[in-house]
């Protein structure tokens, strides 16, 4: 890093970390449907409760808002 002036440039440029936030925008999407398809053969089998039911509920809330935004949204 090179210092003048009392700026400071940044230590990671602006598109290597956009591109690492868009990298795991899209991981987390498959994660979701990773931890849908767990809970519900979880649920099905009767099992003991590893997750809390409520994050379960957030999950499945969001991943809708999540697929539309990376797979739908023009802006």
Do not use: D
Request: glycine fraction near 10%; avoid cysteine; hydrophobic fraction near 60%.
């Amino acid at each position: 890093m090179k210092r003048s002036n009392g700026n400071l440039e940044p230590a990671i440029g602006v598109q290597a970390l956009q591109g690492t936030l868009v990298i795991l925008g899209y991981g987390a999407i498959f994660l979701n449907v990773i931890f849908f398809i767990w809970g519900i053969i979880a649920f099905a089998r009767g099992g003991a409760q590893a997750v809390p039911r409520w994050l379960f509920w957030f999950n499945l809330l969001l991943f809708p808002v999540q697929v539309w935004y990376f797979f739908f949204a023009n802006f």
